[in-house]
């Protein structure tokens, strides 16, 4: 195996490395990060939210239930 086909290979690993990094940050973790939640439930206050009122990472995620509250 001639050495540029290993090192074409390193280069090929680190390009996907980079580019499932920039595809987490960008497309995939503000999509997870707010799951369910609909802006109006993103900008509420939540219990905790005192215990770091300048938090710089905030996640918000919901679910609807359909059921009265009395039978959950």
């Known amino acids: ?3 540029s ?6 280069m090929i690993a680190l390009g ?3 580019g499932a990094a920039v595809l987490d940050r960008r497309v995939l ?3 997870y990060e707010r799951w ?10 939540l219990p905790g939210d005192e215990l770091l009122p300048d938090a710089q990472h905030i996640v918000t995620r919901a679910i609807a239930i ?7």
């Open 29 to 31: 973790r503000p999509w």
């Open 66 to 72: 359909n059921a009265p509250a009395a039978d959950i």
């Open 1 to 3: 195996m001639p050495p």
């Open 5 to 10: 086909l290993t090192g074409r290979r390193w």
């Open 36 to 45: 369910g939640a609909g802006d109006a439930e993103r900008t509420l206050p």
């Open 16 to 18: 996907a490395l980079v």
